[in-house]
């Protein structure tokens, strides 16, 4: 009798289950459809087992980390990256997932830091949001992955005018939420030597605006641990990494080194102050 009253009912297919019941159906097809991203959030089950699909997810990487060709009209040029980014970064566990446990699509998102300055800002930003996306919900796996690349931190710091690329290392702090992602981020930071790379940015040699951004950076990680001290003992023990007397005396050091120079003797005092603010 329950199938009898139920089959009595017609509930409407989506226009996504019907767009991927072609055989021949595209990505381009499927990001058109105005309601992919609802449906992608919604999880729909068809729609996420096919933008896994290995040919699917590969041409969805390069769309967030290749420039789209400059005869395209500019008003439609970045449209798939954008609604490629949207998928990728829309906290999904089947695509996040699909990422982070294959090497191959990973090298091949990463592949993006390896170009050379100065980025696209907008490509820039979809990769940003495709990466913290997977910081932010596998955050251990993002540090096995960064530790085993030996050039990551130079890259960033070679991109850190990018506002896009800074917020990475500051989306790794930021997702310490425990003491073992905390005790991971210290040996990191130590393996790494990023706050001393990123103090060693406080110099005449270097753009306003990346040491302007690397200013950010170091007071951004300081202020989320003062924020967090009362969770546990994690922030405390990043901060003592973040605040030590070597930290202190490289900024002096810095910042006294060239006063005709303004740049590095105003952001080094900047992160002092936060310093001494808590």
């Not at 009912?9 to 058109?32: M, Y």
């Not at 729909?44 to 290995?54: A, E, M, T, W, Y």
């Not at 005869?71 to 990422?99: G, Q, T, W, Y």
């Not at 905390?182 to 790494?192: A, D, K, S, V």
């Amino acid at each position: 009798k329950l199938t009898m009253f139920w089959s009595q009912f017609k509930f409407p297919v989506s226009a996504i289950d019907t767009l991927l019941s072609k055989e021949d159906c595209t990505l381009v097809e499927v990001l058109d459809d105005e309601m992919v991203l609802q449906e992608c959030k919604g999880d729909n089950k068809k729609l996420l087992d096919f933008l896994v699909r290995q040919d699917i997810i590969e041409e969805l990487v390069s769309l967030v980390t290749e420039e789209p060709s400059d005869e395209m009209d500019e008003k439609v040029r970045f449209k798939h990256p954008n609604v490629a980014c949207e998928l990728l970064s829309c906290d999904s566990a089947a695509i996040s997932e699909k990422l982070i446990n294959d090497e191959g699509l990973m090298d091949r998102l990463w592949a993006f830091m390896d170009k050379e300055p100065p980025f696209n800002s907008l490509l820039a930003s979809f990769f940003s949001r495709v990466m913290l996306c997977l910081i932010r919900r596998e955050t251990s796996a993002m540090f096995s992955f960064f530790r085993s690349k030996d050039s990551c931190v130079n890259r960033f710091l070679t991109h850190m005018e990018t506002s896009a690329i800074m917020d990475l290392p500051l989306g790794l702090v930021r997702s310490c939420n425990s003491q073992e992602l905390c005790t991971e981020l210290i040996e990191w930071l130590q393996q790494t030597q990023l706050v001393e790379k990123l103090v060693d940015l406080f110099n005449c040699g270097e753009s306003p605006q990346k040491q302007r951004n690397a200013a950010f950076s170091l007071c951004e990680m300081m202020r989320h641990c003062y924020s967090n001290l009362s969770q546990f003992t994690g922030p405390e023990e990043v901060l003592a990494v973040l605040e030590s007397d070597t930290i202190v005396q490289r900024i002096l050091t810095n910042v006294l080194a060239d006063f005709s120079h303004r740049a590095p003797f105003i952001h080094g005092l900047d992160v002092l102050f936060t310093m001494f603010s808590r």
